[in-house]
């Protein structure tokens, strides 16, 4: 699915209107009707006392749209105007009026700290102040009245975007409704994903309006969700006429002196992703137990004892390498390091200690093989990028990165990011469960294990994400995510590619 910016939004509204023939308060009815059937189906009639806080723009005016038709179906309805501006849009004019003289219902005018209602714990707080048009920091009683609602801990469902909250940028220090759930118009905002602003928007639910179809499909994406359906579509099956010749070699080259769970796991998960052949390339220490927890593997040793030291893999052009799970950052390691990306010519896998080296070393970034994955967490991002001012400036500098260095970031967390030079692909399935030592090291052999069947490297490492997560979620499925382990990622693989294809009524 695609993410859009605020600007294409309103674009898209505009086009709507024009080829629908239809009026701006028109598209602003159906769409405000659509929010009131979700909240009316989930209030149920419920006697509860509702407060619309409506801005004066056109979010305001599906405030007031939403106020007007629960006041008409019975519900106890507050309106409140947060007159921040005396701009007021033709939206919210209209159906101020509208609402005065259909339901007799008289908004209170807000016009600072002193007319702020009391909000209890358990009052429905509708946010209607801002959406898609904020632009800019907020005066400082609207503000207040923002902390106010969030003090209250009533139930809060934002109408497009929690107020406060821009779609494509963050206002730094400026306070955000704390939606639990958020009905968004037509598209997700990219906001939604981001670590900092994604808690924000609770639960997100996007409302179908009818925005001109050839527009959402034209238009390029700011940035894609990836969602089982494609996911399926990239997953390519095996046939039956192969050997294993057919679905690669792939080298994992890594570990040290107690940290050789990282070459078993990565190791263990390229293997059960399908990869033909796997070769851990590891210190010397390492030999017993590779060979005995993971016998599919083949095992070749550098000559030291407790760490990677330089030497020459005896590499076909098209075996594909992983460096770096559980590596360590000793200068023998980085001799192996410069050696290799001296030597291989096909798209590299760098992990965890690997992207220090670059970090430590950045001259050895220009050597790095063209379409090569890196799989930072947040910390070795920052060490690999410097810091940054906020997410939206993080995920700019990422793509910068990607475009000069010719790689396709991912960038690990809750929602992970696959970043590439013209492109943002966001997962948004995993959980918590997977905050464990060793998850990412599966995630690396995963792509390291599609790399090496053929598998587009953007599309490796997409696909690889979304099948390490949904395998994260169906090992919850049977259990608590406390008790998940790396290895049960590993162990799941097969039946999160198996669900891809599995029926609606037969999925677990
Ligand atoms: N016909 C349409 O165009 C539709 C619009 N819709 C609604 O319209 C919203 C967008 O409406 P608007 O563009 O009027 O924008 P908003 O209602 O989000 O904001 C109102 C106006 O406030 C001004 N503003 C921005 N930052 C400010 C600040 N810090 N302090 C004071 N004023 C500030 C801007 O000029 C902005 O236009 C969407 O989020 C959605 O809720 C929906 O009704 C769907 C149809
Ligand atoms: N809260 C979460 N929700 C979803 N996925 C998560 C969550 N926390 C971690 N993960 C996933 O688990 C993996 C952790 O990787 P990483 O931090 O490199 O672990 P390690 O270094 O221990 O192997 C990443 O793929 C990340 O996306
Ligand atoms: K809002």
New binding site residues.
């Given amino acids: 699915m695609k993410i859009f910016s ?1 600007e294409q ?2 674009e898209a ?2 086009i ?2 024009e080829k629908q023939k239809i009026t ?2 028109e ?2 009815e ?3 009707s659509r929010i009131f059937e979700e909240i009316n189906n989930r209030l149920n009639g419920a006697e509860i006392k509702i407060k619309v806080f409506c ?8 405030g007031l ?1 939403v106020a007007r038709k629960l006041v008409r179906e019975g519900y106890h309805v507050d309106v409140y105007v947060v007159n ?2 005396d ?1 007021r ?1 033709e ?2 004019l209209e159906n101020y009026r509208t609402l005065k003289e259909d339901t007799k219902n008289w908004p209170v005018l807000l016009k600072s700290e002193d007319d702020f209602p009391e909000i209890k714990s358990n009052d429905f707080v509708i946010d ?12 400082e009683w ?1 503000q207040k009245l923002i902390v106010r609602i969030n003090e209250s801990k009533a139930f809060k469902v934002a ?3 929690p ?1 406060g909250m821009l779609a494509d940028e963050i206002i730094a220090d400026q306070p955000i409704v704390e939606a639990n759930y958020t009905l968004t ?1 037509q598209a997700p905002k990219l906001a939604f994903f981001l670590p900092e602003t994604a808690p924000f928007a609770g639960n997100v639910q996007i409302i179908d ?1 009818g925005i001109d179809g050839q527009y959402l499909a034209e238009n390029p994406a700011k940035a894609i969700l990836i969602g089982e359906e494609q996911a399926a579509s990239l997953y390519q099956p095996r046939s039956k006429f192969t050997h294993k010749g057919n679905y690669g070699h792939t080298y994992m080259v890594g570990g040290s002196y107690g940290m050789m769970g990282s070459m078993t796991l990565s190791s263990k998960a390229a293997l059960r992703i399908g990869v033909g052949k796997v070769t851990a390339v590891i210190p010397q220490c390492g030999y017993d137990i590779l060979q005995t927890s993971v016998p599919e593997a083949m095992v070749e040793v550098v000559p030291h004892d407790i760490h990677l030291a330089d030497m020459k893999l005896e590499l076909k052009k098209e075996d594909i390498v992983a460096f770096g799970m559980g590596a360590g950052t000793n200068e023998k390691s980085i001799e192996l390091l410069t050696t290799l990306l001296n030597q291989v010519k096909t798209p590299m896998l760098i992990d965890a200690d690997g992207l220090n080296m670059l970090s430590k070393y950045s001259e050895l970034l220009e050597l790095i093989p063209e379409k090569s994955i890196l799989t930072p967490h947040p910390k070795e991002l920052e060490r690999l990028i410097g810091s940054w001012k906020n997410d939206f400036e993080k995920l700019d500098k990422v793509q910068k990165f990607s475009d000069k260095y010719k790689v396709t970031m991912v960038i690990k967390g809750a929602y992970t990011m696959t970043v590439s030079s013209d492109n943002i692909y966001i997962n948004t399935n995993g959980n918590p469960g997977m905050a464990t030592a060793g998850s990412g090291d599966v995630l690396s052999g995963v792509i390291a294990g599609l790399l090496a069947q053929g598998y587009d490297p953007a599309i490796a490492a997409v696909f690889g994400v979304f099948i390490h997560a949904k395998a994260g979620d169906l090992v919850v499925a049977d259990t608590v995510p406390d008790a998940l382990i790396a290895s049960d990622i590993t162990a799941y693989l097969g039946k999160a590619i198996r669900s891809l294809f599995e029926k609606p009524e037969t999925k677990a």
């Fill in positions: 605020a939004l309103h509204d505009k709507t209107q701006s308060l598209l602003m159906r769409a405000s801005g004066i723009g056109n979010n305001g005016g599906d749209v921040y501006s701009k849009s939206g919210f209607a102040i801002f959406g898609i048009g904020l632009n800019r920091p907020l005066v609207v109408i497009d975007m107020s118009f309006i």
